[in-house]
């Protein structure tokens, strides 16, 4: 839990530094349709258990600032980033049984961006960066029953631990009128799994549309 909040702490840092040399600044509202996947291995090497987990459509919603830190009239340099609230996890489906299991996470991403402005003024804009999350809560829905999950590092106790974080991507367009729509990709690079027989590494497909505020340009 310590390890999780210093790299929140790390992260929102970097975003506050960004401010101070921030030219122009804006604030995006959105959320979407998140498509999860689970990348699972298991050390007793049963590949046909692994091709099993497919994926669990989900939900995302937050807010993202954005400074920009450079720009002329075709072009600008920012980087943004923001709050998260998300679903992950996997759709399970065998022969004789069905699992759902969606994990609600919120993920600070830090994201470099080029935009290309238009001469109408839209603009279409690439980004990456790093993602940091943190595991609030979940449940496994199955055939017949369900349960909660429990997040923290026991591998007796605890079903998955509470950080997240790998790497971002994603590809946009702004309009003039402020309205937002965007695709990005996180690819987790932490097993979350606290047990030594399974590992397993998040993957979300994420579509939203939004709205952009600019608080000067």
Do not use: W
């Not at 496994?140 to 349960?147: G, I, M, V």
């Not at 631990?161 to 309205?179: A, I």
């Amino acid at each position: 839990m310590k390890r999780t909040a210093s790299l929140f702490l790390i992260t929102l840092f970097m975003l506050c530094s960004a401010s101070v040399m921030a030219q122009y600044s804006s604030v995006t509202f959105l959320g979407g349709a998140n498509m999860a996947t689970t990348d699972m291995k298991f050390v007793t090497g049963e590949t046909d258990v692994e091709d099993s987990y497919k994926a669990l459509y989900g939900m995302n919603i937050g807010a993202l600032y954005e400074y920009v830190l450079n720009k002329d009239k075709s072009q600008e340099f920012a980087v943004e980033g923001g709050l998260l609230f998300e679903t992950k996890g996997f759709h399970k489906k065998l022969e004789a049984s069905e699992n759902k299991t969606t994990l609600y996470f919120v993920d600070v991403p830090l994201y470099v961006k080029y935009l290309h402005r238009f001469r109408s003024r839209n603009k279409f804009y690439v980004g990456a960066g790093p993602f940091v999350g943190m595991g609030l809560f979940g449940n496994a829905d199955y055939s017949n029953d369900s349960e909660s999950l429990k997040f923290g590092n026991d591998p007796i106790e605890h079903d998955y631990k509470r950080l997240d974080y790998g790497v971002s991507g994603k590809v946009g367009f702004l309009f003039l009128n402020g309205f937002n729509m965007c695709a990005s990709y996180d690819y987790g690079l932490v097993d979350i799994k606290p047990n030594e027989i399974q590992e397993a590494k998040t993957r979300v497909l994420r579509l939203s549309l939004g709205y952009t505020l600019r608080l000067n340009d």
